[in-house]
């Protein structure tokens, strides 16, 4: 094993200190998605990372608002109609309304979320908006309630960074996906290596750098959970302009789609 996959291996953040914190932020974003923090936030977000303006701007309002990511894992390849796509981290829904439009009404969209004001807000738009092929489920990422090989695409958007057990993650992605399906994600990478001394610092996590990994290591995590024909997509600006951004500048922070084919 590499000496990058070893540092990845281990944190000395406490989980259970990290999900606290991380449910307190987005419950705040949730409900109040036009506050002000560190990241961009809703449809000016989706925009600037290139979502399908065809979809974008058929959805309304509070299936956007709360959108937080850093990146478009749709970007990585195409899906295919009819498939079962899992989001993880789904927050406020709108990557799945999107899976949703995309995988169509024989497909099928499920989200999970530690965050119950996420949950309830993008349960909430979903029959708003009449998503019928979209659910959501509160849980961890680390045990997730799916069973095994129930899926065909697992994605996800700028959440992994804030998991402390990041390759029981993905070992647990590899266990809903049935053998063929496909992993494909945005997340952020740094540049620079974050000194062991921040990565105790929760408040560097909940920002989004902490819990980033080099290019190297994410593909080292991907590849040891048992995934292969490894991609990573160009890097994208995604802290450019917002209040975070100097404390990404510093550390190099850019992020990448990341995409692996179940073996």
């Not at 109609?81 to 993880?88: K, T, W």
């Amino acid at each position: 094993m590499s000496t990058s996959t070893e540092r990845t291996a281990t944190t000395a953040v406490d989980p259970e200190a990290l999900r606290a914190e991380v449910r307190s932020k987005y419950a705040e974003v949730a409900t109040n998605p036009t506050g002000g923090f560190h990241f961009h936030t809703g449809r000016a977000l989706a925009r600037r990372l290139n979502y399908p303006p065809e979809i974008l701007d058929d959805l309304p309002d509070d299936a956007v608002a709360s959108f937080a990511g850093v990146g478009n894992p749709f970007a990585a390849a195409p899906v295919p109609r009819g498939s079962h796509v899992l989001d993880l981290g789904s927050g406020g829904g709108f990557d799945c309304f999107v899976a949703g439009r995309l995988v169509g009404p024989s497909g099928k969209v499920t989200g999970v979320d530690m965050t119950p004001e996420m949950v309830a807000r993008a349960r909430a738009a979903a029959t708003s908006i009449g998503a019928t092929n979209v659910e959501f489920r509160e849980g961890i990422l680390e045990e997730l309630p799916l069973d095994d090989g129930s899926v065909d695409i697992v994605i996800s958007n700028g959440v992994l960074n804030l998991v402390a057990d990041k390759q029981q993650v993905f070992g647990e992605a590899h266990r809903v996906l049935r053998p063929g399906g496909v992993l494909q994600f945005a997340d952020i990478a740094v540049g620079r290596e974050v000194p062991e001394s921040a990565r105790c610092d929760i408040g560097l996590w909940t920002d989004c750098i902490a819990g980033g990994r080099s290019v190297d290591e994410w593909c080292d995590l991907i590849g040891g959970a048992g995934f292969d024909e490894l991609a990573v997509g160009t890097a994208v600006d995604a802290f450019g302009g917002a209040a975070g951004e100097d404390r990404a500048r510093s550390f190099e922070v850019f992020s990448h789609t990341f995409r692996g084919r179940r073996h």
